[in-house]
């Protein structure tokens, strides 16, 4: 199997693997109810609309655009990366990782809206006759791993937050997120000079242009 065909295969198999998670809990569960699997993970139904401090409609769909294009930009990339033959595989990897997780929160926001009731107090039900929750490009992405590994409270002497409870992990995000953290993880961790050369690259074609105009 070639890079190329790995690197696509390992892009639709996140994509899928995220789609399936956020298609069964959207599916089986009502907004906010939860499946204990250990104590120290559950799988906990909540949704969030993308946005930062509530900016609605038009902000929504510019960051639902923003990502399109970012995606457009990360194919390209990685079609460069394949094409040059010269790059560990294991960053380009990471890199299709990042985009596949991409892809999959992008669809979440795009779709979900049109293609689903909501999930208040019920549970969703998916193409319904009379039309989703949100029209096209306003839909919530679907988030469902919840890892509290620890839960305690501050001891009584810590000024301002003693004796409040405490959750460590408190976050729940799904499997695409997953893989863009993952991903930049890894780059971070093992390949920083290819990460380098390649911004090294940009600059460097950055500056070629500048002279030549």
Same mark, same amino acid.
């Given at each position: 199997?070639?890079?190329?065909?790995?690197?696509?295969?390992?892009?639709?198999?996140?994509?899928?693997?995220?789609?399936?998670?956020?298609?069964?809990?959207?599916?089986?569960?009502?907004?906010?109810?939860?499946?204990?699997?250990?104590?120290?993970?559950?799988?906990?139904?909540?949704?969030?609309?993308?946005?930062?401090?509530?900016?609605?409609?038009?902000?929504?769909?510019?960051?639902?655009?923003?990502?399109?294009?970012?995606?457009?930009?990360?194919?390209?990339?990685?079609?460069?990366?394949?094409?040059?033959?010269?790059?560990?595989?294991?960053?380009?990897?990471?890199?299709? &990782?990042?985009? *596949?997780?991409? /892809? +999959?929160?992008?669809?979440?926001?795009? #779709? %979900?809206?049109?293609?689903?009731?909501?999930?208040?107090?019920?549970?969703?039900?998916?193409?319904?006759?009379?039309?989703?929750?949100?029209?096209?490009?306003?839909?919530?992405?679907?988030?469902?791993?919840?890892?509290?590994?620890?839960?305690?409270?501050?001891?009584?002497?810590?000024?301002?937050?003693?004796?409040?409870?405490?959750?460590?992990?408190?976050?729940?995000?799904?499997? &695409?997120?997953? *893989?863009?953290? /993952? +991903?930049?993880?890894?780059?971070?961790? #093992? %390949?920083?000079?290819?990460?380098?050369?390649?911004?090294?690259?940009?600059?460097?074609?950055?500056?070629?242009?500048?002279?030549?105009?």
């Amino acid at each position: 199997m070639s890079k190329s065909q790995k690197t696509i295969l390992l892009v639709f198999l996140i994509i899928f693997m995220d789609q399936f998670s956020k298609l069964w809990v959207k599916t089986h569960l009502q907004l906010g109810e939860g499946i204990h699997v250990f104590d120290w993970f559950y799988i906990l139904f909540v949704e969030n609309n993308g946005m930062a401090f509530g900016i609605e409609f038009i902000g929504k769909i510019f960051l639902s655009l923003f990502r399109i294009i970012a995606v457009c930009l990360l194919v390209y990339y990685i079609y460069k990366l394949l094409k040059g033959n010269k790059t560990p595989y294991g960053y380009i990897a990471s890199v299709a &990782a990042v985009l *596949a997780g991409a /892809i +999959g929160n992008i669809i979440d926001c795009v #779709f %979900y809206g049109i293609m689903f009731t909501d999930s208040y107090g019920r549970v969703a039900k998916m193409f319904p006759p009379e039309g989703g929750y949100e029209t096209l490009f306003r839909g919530k992405v679907v988030d469902m791993l919840y890892f509290p590994i620890i839960e305690s409270s501050f001891p009584s002497w810590i000024p301002f937050v003693g004796g409040q409870d405490f959750v460590f992990f408190s976050p729940v995000f799904n499997l &695409a997120d997953s *893989a863009i953290c /993952i +991903g930049i993880f890894v780059i971070i961790l #093992f %390949y920083r000079n290819t990460l380098k050369t390649e911004l090294d690259a940009l600059d460097d074609i950055q500056i070629r242009k500048v002279n030549e105009a």
